[in-house]
């Protein structure tokens, strides 16, 4: 089946725009997650969904950064202000059950490089 | 804070030898780890997992083991082969977390 497909693959924008990052998640899958990897260090948590509410955003690194998750499927991850700072790769992952559990793995789409300029 | 820590940033071993990449973390709440394998320009792949009622996991060429005790997992990879140069990701979580934490990752190269 397909996995998780994210879209741009590729984004460059100047600093201050806004940005919209999409992740389609694995079909049945109920949670949702959304890490930012910066480059030589791995996945960094940055907001997690239970169907279509935020369960836990304390990763987001600050108040430009939102995500949505309007039908409990695919997310948006929004960047109002873009920063250089803010120039990483943005990872989704859908796992199949709602907390972090066994036999529940995370499953990652390829993610979106994003290049704030 | 650094819950999950890989310090090894980089592995070269020779095909056919053994890999073991390494892996600690700090938190005792932590019941379930897995490894990622990632390459470049894709996101990581699931490529095997354990929870802390075991000590070992096997699935084919990989092994993880885990000590509670030291807060240490490491993954053995038997034969090694060129196709395994990756990274490498250790990350854990459990029950009480909504969230996987991530070591930083073992750049593994497999020389032929």
């Known amino acids: 089946g397909a996995g998780v497909s994210q879209t741009p693959s590729n984004k460059v924008t100047e600093k201050g725009k806004y940005v919209e990052l999409r992740c389609d998640p694995i079909?049945?899958?109920?949670?949702l997650y959304w890490y930012r990897q910066s480059l030589g260090q791995g996945p960094e948590f940055l907001i997690y969904?239970?169907?279509?509410?935020?369960?836990?955003d304390s990763g987001l690194p600050n108040d430009r950064f939102f995500a949505v998750r309007p039908e409990g499927s695919v997310s948006t991850l929004k960047i109002q202000r873009t920063e250089r700072g803010d120039s990483a790769v943005y990872l989704c992952?859908?796992?199949?059950?709602?907390?972090?559990?066994?036999?529940?793995?995370?499953?990652f789409g390829n993610g979106t490089r994003l290049t704030v300029t | 804070d650094q819950q999950v820590k890989q310090n090894s940033p980089s592995l070269s071993v020779q095909e056919g030898r053994i890999s073991i990449l390494n892996c600690d973390y700090t938190?005792?709440?932590?019941?379930?780890f897995l490894w990622y394998k990632k390459y470049p320009a894709e996101g990581p792949t699931f490529l095997i997992s354990?929870?802390?009622?075991?000590d070992k996991n096997e699935d084919g060429r990989f092994t993880v083991f885990l000590n509670k005790s030291a807060k240490h997992l490491s993954l053995h990879i038997v034969p090694s082969q060129p196709g395994d140069s990756a990274v490498y990701f250790c990350?854990?979580?459990?029950?009480?977390?909504?969230?996987?934490?991530f070591g930083s990752g073992t750049k593994l190269n497999v020389k032929p």
């Open positions: 992952a859908s796992s199949l059950t709602a907390r972090s559990s066994y036999n529940s793995p995370l499953h």
């Open positions: 079909s049945g899958h109920t949670a």
């Open positions: 969904f239970q169907g279509t509410g935020a369960a836990d």
């Open positions: 938190n005792s709440m932590f019941d379930y």
């Open positions: 354990i929870s802390s009622i075991k």
């Open positions: 990350a854990a979580s459990g029950n009480n977390f909504n969230k996987f934490y």
